[in-house]
Protein backbone atom coordinates (compact mmCIF):
# COMPACT_ATOMS: atom_id res chain seq x y z
CA UNK A 1 0.00 0.00 0.00
CA UNK A 2 2.79 2.07 0.66
CA UNK A 3 4.22 2.36 -2.99
CA UNK A 4 0.41 3.28 -4.10
CA UNK A 5 1.55 6.55 -2.25
CA UNK A 6 5.06 7.12 -3.75
CA UNK A 7 3.59 6.28 -6.97
CA UNK A 8 1.27 9.26 -6.36
CA UNK A 9 0.80 11.51 -2.93
CA UNK A 10 -2.07 12.45 -4.11
CA UNK A 11 -3.74 9.42 -3.50
CA UNK A 12 -3.41 10.13 -0.15
CA UNK A 13 -6.76 11.73 0.11
CA UNK A 14 -8.88 9.02 -2.41
CA UNK A 15 -7.54 6.32 0.43
CA UNK A 16 -9.05 8.95 3.03
CA UNK A 17 -12.46 8.67 1.12
CA UNK A 18 -12.06 4.73 1.94
CA UNK A 19 -11.35 5.45 5.42
CA UNK A 20 -7.95 4.16 4.90
CA UNK A 21 -4.92 6.38 6.54
CA UNK A 22 -1.52 6.80 6.31
CA UNK A 23 0.74 4.19 8.94
CA UNK A 24 -0.03 1.10 7.07
CA UNK A 25 3.97 -0.27 7.74
CA UNK A 26 4.67 -3.04 5.25
CA UNK A 27 0.64 -4.44 4.63
CA UNK A 28 0.01 -4.93 1.42
CA UNK A 29 -3.13 -3.64 -0.83
CA UNK A 30 -5.52 -6.28 -0.16
CA UNK A 31 -4.44 -6.64 3.25
CA UNK A 32 -5.26 -2.71 4.39
CA UNK A 33 -8.22 -3.04 2.23
CA UNK A 34 -9.52 -6.51 4.47
CA UNK A 35 -8.80 -4.54 7.59
CA UNK A 36 -10.82 -1.84 6.67
CA UNK A 37 -13.71 -3.60 5.15
CA UNK A 38 -13.04 -2.15 1.59
CA UNK A 39 -14.42 -3.48 -1.60
CA UNK A 40 -10.60 -4.00 -2.99
CA UNK A 41 -11.86 -4.20 -6.76
CA UNK A 42 -13.90 -1.37 -7.09
CA UNK A 43 -10.42 0.33 -4.54
CA UNK A 44 -8.57 -0.52 -7.43
CA UNK A 45 -10.53 0.96 -10.03
CA UNK A 46 -10.93 4.14 -8.49
CA UNK A 47 -7.15 4.66 -7.53
CA UNK A 48 -6.09 3.46 -11.03
CA UNK A 49 -8.71 5.61 -12.67
CA UNK A 50 -7.64 8.57 -10.37
CA UNK A 51 -4.05 8.57 -11.14
CA UNK A 52 -3.84 7.61 -14.53
CA UNK A 53 -6.90 9.60 -17.24
CA UNK A 54 -6.19 7.38 -19.56
CA UNK A 55 -7.39 4.55 -17.68
CA UNK A 56 -10.81 4.48 -17.26
CA UNK A 57 -12.59 1.10 -17.31
CA UNK A 58 -16.71 2.56 -17.67
CA UNK A 59 -18.05 -0.97 -18.46
CA UNK A 60 -16.18 -2.47 -15.02
CA UNK A 61 -17.19 0.57 -12.73
CA UNK A 62 -20.89 -0.07 -13.83
CA UNK A 63 -20.90 -3.56 -12.61
CA UNK A 64 -20.68 -2.21 -9.30
CA UNK A 65 -23.77 -0.97 -6.88
CA UNK A 66 -24.94 2.30 -7.30
CA UNK A 67 -25.25 2.49 -3.38
CA UNK A 68 -21.12 1.54 -3.25
CA UNK A 69 -20.40 4.12 -5.95
CA UNK A 70 -22.31 6.82 -4.17
CA UNK A 71 -20.69 5.74 -1.11
CA UNK A 72 -17.57 6.68 -2.54
CA UNK A 73 -19.16 10.23 -4.61
CA UNK A 74 -20.20 11.45 -1.33
CA UNK A 75 -17.40 11.22 1.07
CA UNK A 76 -15.71 12.90 -1.79
CA UNK A 77 -18.50 15.78 -1.66
CA UNK A 78 -17.25 15.85 2.24
CA UNK A 79 -13.59 15.66 1.77
CA UNK A 80 -14.18 18.91 -0.72
CA UNK A 81 -16.17 20.98 1.51
CA UNK A 82 -14.98 20.12 4.77
CA UNK A 83 -11.39 19.74 3.79
CA UNK A 84 -10.12 20.88 1.24
CA UNK A 85 -12.41 24.01 0.63
CA UNK A 86 -11.34 25.56 3.94
CA UNK A 87 -8.10 25.05 3.48
CA UNK A 88 -7.61 27.25 0.64
CA UNK A 89 -9.82 29.58 1.63
CA UNK A 90 -6.99 30.35 4.45
CA UNK A 91 -4.47 30.09 2.22
CA UNK A 92 -6.18 32.63 0.16
CA UNK A 93 -6.88 34.84 3.18
CA UNK A 94 -3.47 34.57 3.62
CA UNK A 95 -1.99 34.94 0.18
CA UNK A 96 -4.09 38.86 -0.32
CA UNK A 97 -2.75 39.74 2.55
CA UNK A 98 1.48 38.26 2.34
CA UNK A 99 1.41 38.02 -1.46
CA UNK A 100 -0.65 41.36 -2.74
CA UNK A 101 -0.02 44.00 0.52
CA UNK A 102 -0.05 47.03 -2.06
CA UNK A 103 -2.82 46.12 -4.55
CA UNK A 104 -6.24 47.44 -4.14
CA UNK A 105 -7.83 44.72 -6.37
CA UNK A 106 -6.11 41.57 -4.48
CA UNK A 107 -9.61 41.47 -2.28
CA UNK A 108 -11.82 40.23 -5.43
CA UNK A 109 -9.93 36.75 -5.21
CA UNK A 110 -11.85 36.27 -2.20
CA UNK A 111 -14.82 37.33 -3.62
CA UNK A 112 -14.26 35.20 -7.01
CA UNK A 113 -13.49 32.06 -4.48
CA UNK A 114 -16.21 32.55 -2.45
CA UNK A 115 -18.69 32.63 -5.71
CA UNK A 116 -16.90 29.30 -6.66
CA UNK A 117 -17.80 27.93 -3.10
CA UNK A 118 -21.50 28.69 -3.47
CA UNK A 119 -21.58 27.52 -6.52
CA UNK A 120 -20.26 24.41 -5.35
CA UNK A 121 -22.29 24.23 -2.33
CA UNK A 122 -25.46 24.41 -4.28
CA UNK A 123 -24.19 21.92 -7.01
CA UNK A 124 -23.26 18.91 -4.22
CA UNK A 125 -26.15 19.98 -2.26
CA UNK A 126 -28.76 18.67 -4.86
CA UNK A 127 -26.54 15.76 -5.71
CA UNK A 128 -26.67 14.72 -1.56
CA UNK A 129 -30.41 15.82 -1.63
CA UNK A 130 -31.74 14.38 -4.72
CA UNK A 131 -29.94 12.83 -7.26
CA UNK A 132 -27.69 10.50 -4.90
CA UNK A 133 -31.20 9.39 -2.86
CA UNK A 134 -33.02 8.58 -6.34
CA UNK A 135 -30.44 6.58 -8.49
CA UNK A 136 -30.55 4.48 -4.78
CA UNK A 137 -34.37 4.15 -4.63
CA UNK A 138 -34.37 2.86 -8.48
CA UNK A 139 -31.49 0.45 -7.37
CA UNK A 140 -33.37 -1.11 -4.54
CA UNK A 141 -36.46 -0.89 -6.82
CA UNK A 142 -34.35 -2.92 -9.66
CA UNK A 143 -33.19 -5.30 -6.96
CA UNK A 144 -36.70 -6.12 -5.61
CA UNK A 145 -39.15 -6.96 -8.42
CA UNK A 146 -42.41 -6.43 -6.34
CA UNK A 147 -41.53 -2.63 -4.70
CA UNK A 148 -40.57 -2.00 -7.91
CA UNK A 149 -44.08 -2.06 -9.46
CA UNK A 150 -45.87 -0.61 -6.39
CA UNK A 151 -42.96 1.92 -6.34
CA UNK A 152 -41.51 2.98 -10.23
CA UNK A 153 -44.67 5.34 -10.70
CA UNK A 154 -44.64 7.62 -8.02
CA UNK A 155 -40.81 8.56 -8.95
CA UNK A 156 -41.16 8.37 -12.73
CA UNK A 157 -41.74 12.33 -12.83
CA UNK A 158 -38.09 12.23 -12.16
CA UNK A 159 -35.48 10.56 -14.54
CA UNK A 160 -31.67 11.06 -14.10
CA UNK A 161 -31.53 12.63 -18.09
CA UNK A 162 -32.92 15.55 -16.22
CA UNK A 163 -29.87 15.63 -14.03
CA UNK A 164 -27.38 15.15 -16.94
CA UNK A 165 -28.76 17.70 -19.13
CA UNK A 166 -28.36 19.98 -15.85
CA UNK A 167 -24.97 18.89 -14.74
CA UNK A 168 -23.18 21.73 -14.96
CA UNK A 169 -19.29 22.06 -15.15
CA UNK A 170 -18.29 23.43 -12.07
CA UNK A 171 -14.54 23.44 -13.26
CA UNK A 172 -15.00 26.15 -15.39
CA UNK A 173 -14.78 29.35 -12.36
CA UNK A 174 -11.55 27.28 -11.08
CA UNK A 175 -10.12 28.16 -14.13
CA UNK A 176 -11.04 31.54 -13.92
CA UNK A 177 -9.88 31.56 -10.60
CA UNK A 178 -6.34 30.01 -11.54
CA UNK A 179 -6.74 32.68 -14.31
CA UNK A 180 -6.37 35.51 -11.92
CA UNK A 181 -3.71 34.26 -10.19
CA UNK A 182 -1.84 33.67 -13.39
CA UNK A 183 -2.60 36.63 -15.58
CA UNK A 184 -4.04 39.06 -13.95
CA UNK A 185 -2.88 39.99 -10.41
CA UNK A 186 0.59 41.47 -10.04
CA UNK A 187 3.90 39.62 -9.54
CA UNK A 188 3.68 38.17 -5.85
CA UNK A 189 5.28 39.27 -2.95
CA UNK A 190 5.56 35.39 -1.56
CA UNK A 191 5.98 33.14 -4.39
CA UNK A 192 6.48 29.99 -2.57
CA UNK A 193 2.79 30.75 -1.01
CA UNK A 194 1.06 31.60 -4.22
CA UNK A 195 2.50 28.35 -6.22
CA UNK A 196 1.20 26.68 -3.06
CA UNK A 197 -2.09 27.64 -3.81
CA UNK A 198 -2.06 27.57 -7.46
CA UNK A 199 -0.83 23.75 -6.75
CA UNK A 200 -4.11 23.24 -4.68
CA UNK A 201 -6.57 24.41 -6.73
CA UNK A 202 -5.00 22.47 -10.13
CA UNK A 203 -5.06 19.26 -8.08
CA UNK A 204 -8.75 20.21 -6.79
CA UNK A 205 -9.44 20.76 -10.47
CA UNK A 206 -8.09 17.35 -11.59
CA UNK A 207 -10.00 15.58 -8.11
CA UNK A 208 -13.19 17.13 -9.69
CA UNK A 209 -12.71 16.58 -12.95
CA UNK A 210 -12.43 12.52 -12.07
CA UNK A 211 -15.14 13.37 -9.59
CA UNK A 212 -17.28 14.70 -12.63
CA UNK A 213 -16.19 11.29 -15.11
CA UNK A 214 -17.57 8.95 -12.38
CA UNK A 215 -21.02 10.37 -11.98
CA UNK A 216 -21.60 11.08 -15.57
CA UNK A 217 -19.98 7.88 -17.03
CA UNK A 218 -20.87 5.38 -14.54
CA UNK A 219 -23.76 6.54 -12.08
CA UNK A 220 -25.88 8.49 -14.89
CA UNK A 221 -25.83 5.71 -17.71
CA UNK A 222 -25.94 2.58 -14.87
CA UNK A 223 -29.35 4.24 -13.58
CA UNK A 224 -30.56 5.34 -16.52
CA UNK A 225 -29.97 1.10 -17.44
CA UNK A 226 -32.20 0.42 -14.20
CA UNK A 227 -34.79 3.13 -15.35
CA UNK A 228 -35.43 1.57 -18.76
CA UNK A 229 -35.97 -2.10 -17.51
CA UNK A 230 -38.22 -0.76 -14.50
CA UNK A 231 -40.39 0.98 -16.98
CA UNK A 232 -39.92 -2.30 -19.25
CA UNK A 233 -41.27 -4.28 -16.14
CA UNK A 234 -44.24 -2.03 -15.59
CA UNK A 235 -45.63 -2.44 -19.25
CA UNK A 236 -45.65 -6.06 -19.32
CA UNK A 237 -47.70 -5.92 -15.52
FE1 LIG B 1 -20.68 15.29 -7.16
FE1 LIG C 1 -21.51 16.66 -9.98
Redesign the pocket.
Known sequence: MAELVHMNYLLVSVMNRFGIRLGFGDKSISQVCKEHSVNIDFFLEIVNSFHDKDYFPQKHLQGFSIQLIIDYLSKTHRYYLDEKIPEIEKLIDQMIIECYSHNEHAHFLKTFFIEYVNELIS??KK?DEKVFPYSINIENQFLNKKESENQYPTSSNYSIKEYLSE?NN?EEKLFDLKNIIIKYLPSPENQALCSKVLSDLFNLEKDIND??RI?ENVLIPKVKLMEEELSNRQKKT
Open positions: HIEHIHSE
